[in-house]
């Protein structure tokens, strides 16, 4: 006799094939698909995502949710699936459909217009529509509710829990100590040259180095595959079929580390139990968590002098230009610290101040203290006062991310988040694994990914980040490790 779960469960198996059709359909859009094709993608995408909205959001669905969650043991597995079922319900019906056609209208016209106003260098033709898809985005934030701070109903579709004081207490924390470390590196007497890393670095051989990297850490590709893309990112469709993408470009590291990026989000997603595929607990739990683990294998391992060491004579094999490259030179290169203008080729250091000025700008606007059409100014000022360079222009200013043009406004900390997240997890691992250098320089990846299937890959979104933080680490979310190891590893690379 099927119960009250099953049924459910067969419904989200429904709406989960209808969701894996279209991140197919994305997937290929962003890797493989000739141009010509855009407009019929454009439309086979919007009814899927048509027929998955309404599969979800059915009666039918509705009431096999309300008789699980009666059905359902506190604690099981099944009580995590209703719970995750019942916030995204939440999620996907607060809003009337009115709301979310005149949202989808303004994003698509948001994108065309955010395209071309960076191409032209032209933010007052954008700042209109912009400026709706705020007044839209304060009308969601009314419509899910909130206690303190209108931020905070925004962040939690990202990261649920999250709070703007909580976002408020961490960008405090990690301001000042921040931007006086970027001012001591770049008083420093030694700066790394980087200039070996730009070359003609053929892409068959970038192609080979990156898929052999992806074996030495333990992405399994006989359950994932690895194409290129413009901008990287990760996708899936099960636990058995993971997709990452990188790049291949002049700049070497772009592509080293790129993939070490997508492959830390590859790898939690394939950490998920079986049994759990195709149900929501299956996968990552947020933006942050997902960052935390993306980060961690590109900057704490990846940008190791251990894993630098271990990893270059093979990649002088792949390109001889590096052969003679010394263990330390590299090493210093690829964690050179310089303030620039652009978030995603920002390092580690610089990364979160990029992050703080949007949360900042984002507040001002939402809070009635920022009209969007003096944004450039107030941005460009940020930027002076943080990282100490001005943005010559707004395509290179306020312009640059895509994210706001199509309506996706307060999940920029979840960046930061992951940051923190990292190191918060990495000093547990180390506790538990002793000598993790000495591991990775004998190339010994599998007891670091085996502690972390074990302590969070595994769990997928069973548990709620402010429940699986804690649970892994003792403490809730905080700037404490980040800020430490931060400044130990790069005074130490800058000599200061
Ligand atoms: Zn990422």
Redesign the pocket.
Known sequence: MPTALDALKSRLFDVNALNAAMAMLDWDQQTYMPKGGASARAEHSSLLARMAHEAFVSEETQRALEEAAKEAEPGTDEAAIVRNTQRNMKLRTKFPAELVARKSKLSAEGHEAWVTARANNDFQTFAPILAELFEITKEEANLLGYENHIYDALIDMYEEGATHAQCQAIFDEIRGPIVQLVKDIKESPNQPDDSFLYGEWPNDKQREFTEWLLKQIGFDLDRGRQDTAPHPF?TGWSVGDIRLTTRFKDYLPSALFGTL??A??GMYEQGSPMAWDRTPLAGGVSLGV??SQ??LWENIVGRSEAFITWMLPTLGSYFPALADTDPKTMYCATNKVEPSFIRVEADEVTYNLHVMVRFEVECAVLEGKLAVKDMPAYWNSKYEEYLGITPRTDSEGCLQDVHWSMGSIGYFPT?TM?NLLSYQFWNCLEKDLGDTDALIARGEFRPILEWLIQKIYRHGAKYPPQELVPMVTGKPMGAADYLARLSQKYRSVYGI
């Open positions: 990760c990026h997508e830390g989000h997902h960052e993306s980060r960046y992951g």
